[in-house]
Every structure is written in C-alpha cells, then in structure tokens.
C-alpha cells in the first residue's frame, strides 16, 4: 500500500520533459547564476510532482545557497518547503538539513529586509523542532528590526513556533506583550494581538481592556482584529460583554466600510438591546446604500433578514430608510430589498411605504428607467400584499394601479394590476362603483388579451345597476364599432356614392374558375370583386379602431370573443332584472346584443383574420345566443351567480392557505406555564421512565431537526457487496443539501485478519468526492465504519461507485493475484428528490417560466391506479412536488384532471410539471411534463416518475 501523503504547501504543473539529474548538477555546479536559477525551478517543479531527487541535496547547500541573488533566495525557500526533510528508513531528520539551517541562520541575519521577512514567513510553514531550535534567539532578536516588513513576520514565525513547540519558547506570550506595548505599526501590532489571543487569551483580553479607549483612532487592519478577538472573547465569557459594548458603538462610525460591517454584526453578538439592534441595523443599512459592489450588498441583505427575523418590533422602524436601497439598479437587490421591507411594515408605517411605493411606480414610466416592465411588476405585486395584509390601503392605490393596464403584452405588470383590481372588487363593495367607472374608461388603453378578458368578466359581474349595465354596453359597442365588414359598408353607402359619381361602365358579372397567385385554383363569386380577392378590412382601419376591434380582427383572438360574448350576455340578463325599464327597452336591448353575436359568428368571413373561428369559441358564442332566446332561469342563475361564488371561493382558500402557512412558521415551542420536568427528581415508575424518554426523544428532535424513528435510516439502506464475499459492506446515504455522507458498515467474513482496508470510490455526474476514508484493521468476525464525503453541485442524477481493496495478513504480496484482495462494491445512485422540496409560487410566475424554460420531459402515463386524483396524489408524493392547483379546483368526479405542480431544489433551480390525465373504462391515460432550465433536473423527474407512478402491488 502507498505510504500516506506529505502536507504540501505549493502544487506546481509540470509541463516540460524531465532533466536528467547529472545535467541538473552540473548546471548547479559550474552554471552562472541564470543557469543556476533555471535548475533550480526544475528541481523544484519536480519535486513538488512526486519525484524524488536526493542525490541533489548536497550540491544544491553547496553551490545554490552561498549565492546572494534574490531570486535564489526566494527559489532556495521554496525547495526547503517541498523537498523530503526526514530519512524514509529511519523517520529522522536527515544530517543535511543542518547545513540548511545554518543556511537559514544567515538569511536571518542577512542585510536586506526582504531576505529576512521572506526567510521568517518560511519558518511559519516549517514543522520540525530540529531545525527550529538553533533560530529561535535569532526569531526573537529580529523583533527589534527597523523595518515592520521584518517585524511582522517574525510575529507570524513565533506563532507558529509557539503553537507547535511551546517548549522551545516558554515566554512567548510576555515577549508579545512587552513587544505590543512599544510597537507602533498596526499591521505588526495585529500579528501580535491575534498570536496573543491564541496562546494565552487572558493576556490578550487584559491587553485590549488597556486600549479600549484608543480603538477608534487605530488602522482599519488592527481596527478589525480587534473586533474579531472581542468577539471571540464574548462567547467564551459572556459576562465580559457590557465593557466592550463602548468600543464597539465607536467602530460603527469608523471611516471604514470594513470595521463597520464587522461591528455591526459583534455588536447583535453582545446584546440584544432595541438600541444597540437599531444601531447595528442603521449600520447595515447606511453600508448598503454607500457600497457599489452587489456582492456586498447581498451578503448585507441577508444580515438584514436575519435581524428581521429575531427582532422584528426593532426593524419596523428602519423601514424607510431601507427603502432607500431601491435606487439600485440591480434587480436582484430590488427584489431582495421588497421582500425584507414587506415583512416589516405595519400600521404605523403603511402609508408612508406606500407613498415610497407610488414614487416607484412613477419613476417606471420614465423611457429612459432601465428594465422599467419587471420593476414595474415588482412594485405592483408589492403594492398588492400591502393591500391585502392592510385594507385601508386598497382604497388609495387601486386607480393608480389602473393606470398602468395599458401595459404592452410581453409585460406581466398589467395582468398583475387587473388581479389586484379584481380582488379588490370583490372583497370591498364600497369601490366597486368608482372602480367600475375607471375600468369603462382604461379600457381603449388595454393591450393584453389576457388583461381584457380579466376586465371583461369584472364589467359582467359587477355592473349591478341600470347605469352601470348602460354605461358597460355603450363603451363596449363603441369599442367594437362596426362588424358587418367593408363590403356590407361600402354596399350601405353605395346608392349615395352612385348618386354623387358619374355613372361609369361596369364590368360583367364573372365566374368560373380562376388560377390564384399561389397556384390553386378557385371559382369566382359572381358578386364581388372582379379580381377574385376575398373583402379585406382597411388597414387604416384596423390601426386606428380600438384595442378590442384589434384583438378580434388582427390577432384572430376567438377566446376573447367569447369573454365578451358572455360579458354582453351577462348584462342582458342583468337588464331584464331592473324594474322601471320598459319591456320593449328590453327586447331592444337584447335583440342589439344577439345581434353583435351573430356578427361575432361571422368575424373571420366579413373580415381576412390570421385564422378560422374554432369549434369551441363558435359553439360557446351559439350557447349565449340560445340562453338569450330560451330564457332558461336555471342557467340564467348560474351565469349570474355561480362565477362570483367561485372566485369569492377561490380567495378565501387562498386565505386560508396562507394563514394557515403562517401557523406552521410560528415560533411557539412551550407555554408559559408549562411544567419543567427534571430527570433526576423523577420517580422510578415505569410510566415515569416512559414519559422521561419520550421528552428526551422529543428534545433530539428539536435539537437536530430529525425524528427519532429508524424507519427513514433503514429505507437509505444500500447493499454494497453480496454475502458470499470475504468482506461484506452495506452503506447508509444521508443527504445534506450539498453534502453526502456515506455511512459505510464492513464486515470481516473470513477466519483471517484484513489489514489496510482500503474504500475506493469514484463517481459519474455532478459529484466530488472530498477526502479519501482512512485505512482500517479488521479482525475475523468484526464490523468496522468508514465515512466518506461528497459534495454535489447540481441536481442531476449522480451514480457513486467503487471498491473494497485490503490486505490478509501474512499473504505474499509477490502472489500473481490481482483481483483476489479486491471487492466489486454495487453502484449506489443518488435521487433526485433529495434534491429538491416543495415550494409556491403564484399562477402567473408559474405560466412565464412554463413559456421560458426551454427542457421539457413528456411521459405518458401507464400506471395501475385507477382514481385520478388519487394517482396525482402518489406523483406529488413520489417526487416531492407541491401541487400549486387548489383543492377546489380538484374537486368533484368529472373523470378528467389538470393540476400543475412546483418544487425548488436546494441550488435555486424551479422544477415545473403539469399533470393531464383522464379515466376512461377503469384505466388512466395522460401526460406528465417536466420543464426545467436545465437538462439534468428534467431527465432526473422525468425517471422518478417513469419508476414510480405504478403503486406496487400489496
């Protein structure tokens, strides 16, 4: 077996064809000193990558260090720090490295300053007291040096000589404290402070205590030792905390960004008082708007949520000036910044958030506000959790919200503000009429399909009265202007227009077949245009009638048709309701409504649409023209009742849901006046013992965040070997975000002793193993663990495998047997959902990823289960999934299920799927589809559920 490696300290690549030893030590030998210098760095590449060269450790004490060059000198340091130090045969020290420390001995007493300070900053790396005891009076004189590059140094070596051999320096800590109380400069000064803490902490803290009061005018560099050693300090006495509470305050107000940050965070380690929190938070915050690098600024953040977290009274007044951080142009620190600031408003500080908010919301007008739309929607969506957390907001911000409806289509802030609008609509009545009012007007600025279709449905629902229904039809009509067609205009205006032109020839009637431009052929109307094209509308037209008429004619939208076939639908209905109107009124009214159906029905034959109505919106749009003519009261209630039934529904699910989030996040572990049970006053019962080792188990798992049932550890069981083998293995994988701990049990079979049993691993994906598991004896008929570590740096499927490599004691290792001390292990593959936990997020986030994320898996169903809803039960549990679809949308037995499902997995990366299945003749078919930014977690899901979405059999 290979010996165990050596620490080293510099790894250099080798990249050139090996020298021959003989011309290295001529080179050394009779080169000048470039010559010298050239061999010198291949000595040095080449030991460093394994290569023994002992035959040239002579000539190298002998022709390489008498010389003065600097650069050999730097190159001699760096060949004392990778050549072999110790006899292989006997372990000493070898005779040779007496020269060296001679040769180290004059570099410490050597002229320049650099040749001692890189000389003492070598000694910090050496570990052999041999070579160090001859320097010691050497280290301690230099102290004294003029220069501080020397002084620091010789700090660093004493260190490490203390640390390692405080035998050979047993009055290392006074000699640092007589040297701290004349030195002047702060970078030797920090040295001594941080050795002094490590070697005798009380010397360190009595020595800080002297200089409390000076703290503030140090460097930033001691400034920041300092504050580390007070830290440290604290948690080792906690009673010291009060005196350095004074020093602390100070630094927050020191010039650098540093030792603020550093204080800022010591000081919530030595109190928790709402001043000193404040004090701290002030600090945090003033960095954050000062600092330029996004980096810091995310680190502060996070500093920012915890303090939110722990004291969040406190926070609630730093709110504003928090805000202040939106003036970065960093989406990134926006979004971070509103989420922190929406967990600390309260009622004290609404309305001046909301203030800040609107200001926002204006600046993303301007043209020139980079990425305007996103920021846009971040706003918006902040701005509507502040109105539903408090509702006497709502009132002020829903018509300037509405303003903003006319956002273009690409953007999702407009969608963003007709969801707020209808959800005020609804939970507040008293703005329903002003709300109405101005989204009859913001209509014409609507540009998104989907934002009409929301504003449609809220104009069906809530126009109650006779003014309101009047006022919705005429913009509605005005907005849809003329759908007869230009040919049925243009004949309208004809007997005019032939009155006023001179009468002109006409041309025959013609018809027949005709060859069109795309070589088809066609048979020509005998009424129409003579040239065979089909009526077009204008194009003028088209630009310059309402976004509605647009919708419906150039993008062909026939969803949007039939929204707003419902929509006038609606409002018939809601006319014949209210009394005082006159019958003939109301037959007028509907018979002008049927009417625009029709012409809905005709759309893409009056005018030239990019395509033909579709079955469904053509039979949808013949429904609401057989509801207005039969009359039928049972679908008149459902069409008047049963929509804002379900959406008011839908909210209070939605607030359900979150309250109920919000108590499983509560804090609450005891009462107040709950019982302290002490083990040692309790009686010996059996009960008592029971109910004593049920509370221990309940305090395990409140302390490591696991249940005490083996269950979950027995299930993580892998077979590594089979029970025939001389070494049987079986290992237990524990996955920790970015870690995996192998917990590996080896079993020794055989009537002989295994000796340097070796786990060799090695691994397939995004998977590094760590650190090589340590070499054990096994005796006849015992058990031994090894633990080995390995980091993940992705979600994809990783597979780890390897070997049980060991010796028999008293074998031959002459034996041609290679494969005879070797133990194929079974390959152990990581899942995926181990990955991965159930997270939210809302519909609209939901569908722009959907339409972003370009990986998609598509696995059709084939399972044994034959209830829809229970086989997405069983997906959404075999993949750790949550099902974003609400339970009411769930419910009932239609045979036929759509639900969408959400997960993020530990390295921030979404995880979408969409589950479509339908029941036919007991068996289940369907689709599952996983989309995924990247490739690895959509093939991973994709697996799982091929593997999973059968129930094994009972």
Known sequence: MSAVELPCYLLIHEDKAEAKVDDLRKMLEKGDVPQKIAAMKQIIVSTANGEKLPQLLVPILRFATPCQDHVMKKLLLLYWEVVEKHDPTTGKLKPEMILACNALLRDLNHASEYVRGSTLRFLTKVKEAELLEPLVPTIVANLENRHAYVRRNAVLALNNLYRNFPQLLPNGPDLIVNFLRTEGDAS????????????????????????????????????????????????????????????????????????????????????????????????????LCSESDNNVKLVILDRLNDIKRKHASVMQEQVMDLLRVLASPTMEIRRKTLEIALDMISQKNIDEVILVLKKELNKTQDSSFDKAAEYRQMVVQTIHQCAVRFPDVACSVVHLLMDFLGDSGGATSAVDVIAFVREVVETYPNLRKSILVKLLESTSQIKSSKVYRSALWIIAEYAEDQDDVTLAFATLKDALGDLRGPAAVAAEHAPDAEAAAPAVPSAPAASGVRVLADGTYASQAAIGPADGTVAAAPAADVQQSSSLRSLLIREGDYFL???????????????????????????????????????????????????????????????????????????????????????????????????????????????????????????????????????????KSAVTGKSGDDGERLGRIVQLTGYSDPLYAEAVVAVHQYDIMLDVLVINQTSTTVQNVTLELATLGDLKLCERPQLITISPGISARLKANIKVSSTETGVIFGNLVFEVAGQSVTQNIPDRNCVVLSEIRIDVVDYISPATCSDIKFRQMWAEFEWENKIAVSTNIT????????????????????????????????????????????????????????????????????????????????????????
């Open 188 to 287: 030797c000064r920090r040295n001594a402070l941080l050795m002094l803490y490590h070697s005798a902490p009380e010397l360190a803290t009595a020595e800080i205590s002297t200089m409390l009061d000076q703290v503030s005018t140090f460097g930033e560099i001691l400034q920041l030792a300092v504050v580390e050693i007070v830290r440290k300090a604290c948690r080792t006495n906690p009673a010291d905390r009060p005196k350095y509470l004074k020093c602390i305050f100070s630094l927050l107000s020191s010039s650098s960004p540093a030792v603020r940050f550093e204080a800022a965070g010591t000081l919530l380690l030595l109190t928790s008082v709402p001043t000193s929190v404040k004090a701290a938070a002030s600090t945090f915050i003033d960095l």
């Open 561 to 699: 048709a039939t929204v707003l076939a419902s929509t006038l639908s609606k409002l018939v209905l809601k006319a014949e309701r209210h009394e005082g109107v006159p019958a003939d009124a109301k037959y007028k009214f509907c018979a002008e409504v049927m009417l625009i159906l029709a012409r809905l029905l005709m759309l893409d034959q009056h005018f030239t649409v990019p395509r033909p109505m579709d079955s469904d919106s053509r039979e949808r749009i013949c429904l609401y023209l057989r509801v207005l003519s039969e009359r039928d009261e049972t679908v008149r209630r459902i069409l008047l009742r049963e929509g804002r039934s379900s959406f008011a529904a839908t909210l209070a699910d939605r607030q359900k849901t979150k309250a109920d989030a919000a108590k499983k996040q509560a804090d609450v572990i005891v009462q107040v006046d709950d019982l302290i049970k002490l083990p040692h006053l309790l009686s010996k019962r059996p009960s008592a013992v029971a109910e004593l080792a049920e509370d221990d188990q309940d305090d």
């Open 867 to 954: 209830d829809v809803y229970e086989f997405l039960k069983h997906i959404v549990k075999a993949t750790n999934m949550n099902c974003l679809t609400p339970g009411q949308a769930l419910e009932g037995d239609c045979g036929f299920l759509s639900a969408n499902l959400y997960a993020k997995s530990v390295f921030g990366e979404d995880a979408l799927a969409n589950v479509s299945v339908e029941a036919e003749n007991g068996k289940i078919s369907g689709f599952v589809r996983i989309r995924s930014k990247t490739q690895g977690i959509a093939l991973s899901l994709g697996e799982k559920v091929t593997l999973k979405q059968k129930m094994p059999a009972h």
